[in-house]
C-alpha cells in the first residue's frame, strides 16, 4: 500500500465521521482532484457549497472560494487545508479603496469578480464568476459599471456587452505569463487543434483563441466529439482533469509555468490534518457576511 493510499483511507473514514464533503477547484494538484466529491470552477463550487446537506465542507481552492462558501453557508463549517492559500488577483482590492472610488463615481453600479474578499463583496452590488461575467453585466439596467479587480477579465465583457466598464487594475499574474507569442507558436505545430483561454488572459491572447471561457467551460468544450486536439491557455492544473475525461484526446498546455502557487499549497497530509483538528475555518463577521451575501446570491438568480 502506497503512502497516498493509506493517507486516502484515512481521509475517507473521518469525511464519513464528519459528515464532511471535499469540494476542489479545477486547478488543485490531480491526487486532490482525484479524492474530491466534486471539482469544478468557481461558479460549480459555490452552487455545490449553498446546496450541500454536509456538515462540514472541505474547501481544496483558495481562501476567497472557502469564504464565499462560508458566506453562502454560514451554518456549516468551512476547512480551508492552508491558511496561506490566498489569491494574488483577490489582494488587488480594498474595501477601503474600492469606497473611494464609488464616490468618484456615484450612481455606477458595481460588480467585482468572485476573486474577491468578502470586505469587498459586501460594497458591490453583484458578484460574477469566470463563466457568468457577461450575462451579470448584461443584465444590469445601466450602461455604465466598475468592474473589480481583474481589469483582462473586465476588458473581456467590456468587448462582449458593449458597455462601458471602469477597469480596476488588477490582474492574475499567472494568467499573465501567457503571451500571443505561446499561442502562435503551438498554432503553428498543431493546426489542427483548437484554442481555449481564460478571459483572465490579456486581450491580445484572447483575440488568438477560438473560446474565451471559464475552466469549466474548458472541460464542456473538450467533451465536443469534432475536439480531438486542444490548446489550453490557463492554469496548468486543468490538464489533469481534461486528460481523465478525455483519454483518446491531446490537451497542450499554453504555458507550463502557468502555475498558481497558492492553488498548490493544498495536500493530501494537510486535508487530512485539517479534518482531524477542525481548522483551519474560514468564517466571516455577520455584518459583512450579509451584505456579500446580496451581492453572490444576486449573481446565482442571474445564471
Ligand atoms: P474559474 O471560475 O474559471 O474556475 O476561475 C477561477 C480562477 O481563479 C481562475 O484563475
Ligand atoms: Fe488567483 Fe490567479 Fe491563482 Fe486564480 S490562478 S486563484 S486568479 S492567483
Not at 464519513?16 to 474530491?36: M, S
Not at 481523465?244 to 492553488?263: H, L, R, S, T, W
Not at 474560514?282 to 444576486?298: D, G, K, M, T
Request: net charge neutral.
Amino acid at each position: 500500500m502506497d503512502n497516498n493510499s493509506a493517507l486516502r483511507d484515512k481521509i475517507q473514514s473521518l469525511k464519513n465521521k464528519r459528515k464532511a464533503v471535499i469540494l476542489a477547484h479545477n486547478y488543485q494538484p490531480g491526487e486532490i482532484q482525484d479524492i474530491a466529491d466534486f471539482v469544478g470552477d468557481s461558479l460549480e463550487l459555490s452552487q455545490q457549497a449553498a446546496k450541500t446537506e454536509a456538515d462540514v465542507i472541505v474547501f481544496c481552492g483558495v481562501h476567497f472560494m472557502a469564504e464565499t462558501a462560508f458566506i453562502l453557508s454560514p451554518q456549516k463549517t468551512v476547512l480551508l487545508p492552508d491558511t496561506h492559500a490566498g489569491c494574488f488577483m483577490a489582494d488587488m482590492v480594498t474595501a477601503e479603496k474600492l469606497r473611494v472610488k464609488k464616490k468618484e463615481l456615484p450612481g455606477v453600479p458595481v460588480v467585482c469578480y468572485v476573486n474577491s474578499s468578502a470586505e469587498v463583496k459586501a460594497e458591490s452590488d453583484i458578484c460574477c464568476t469566470s463563466s457568468n461575467a457577461v450575462k451579470v453585466v448584461e443584465s444590469l439596467p445601466q450602461q455604465e459599471i466598475l468592474f473589480v479587480p481583474d481589469q483582462y477579465l473586465g476588458q473581456w465583457v467590456a468587448s462582449q456587452t458593449g458597455k462601458k466598464l471602469h477597469l480596476w487594475p488588477g490582474f492574475c499574474p499567472t494568467h499573465a505569463r501567457i503571451l500571443p507569442r505561446h499561442i502562435l507558436e503551438l498554432k503553428q505545430k498543431y493546426p489542427q487543434a483548437k484554442v481555449v483561454v481564460h478571459p483572465e488572459c490579456r486581450p491580445e491572447v484572447d483575440a488568438l483563441a477560438d473560446a474565451v471561457i471559464s475552466t469549466g467551460g474548458m472541460i464542456r468544450y473538450a467533451q465536443q466529439p469534432q475536439v480531438r486536439q486542444m490548446i489550453v491557455g490557463t492554469e496548468m492544473g486543468i490538464i489533469h482533469r481534461l486528460q481523465k475525461e478525455n483519454p483518446g484526446k491531446e490537451f497542450i498546455p499554453v504555458c507550463p509555468q502557468a502555475v498558481c502557487v497558492n492553488m498548490k499549497l493544498i495536500t493530501l497530509e494537510k486535508i487530512l490534518w485539517c479534518m482531524e483538528d477542525m481548522r483551519p475555518s474560514v468564517s466571516v463577521p455577520e455584518e459583512i457576511r450579509l451584505r456579500a451575501q446580496n451581492a453572490v446570491e444576486r449573481m446565482l438568480e442571474v445564471v
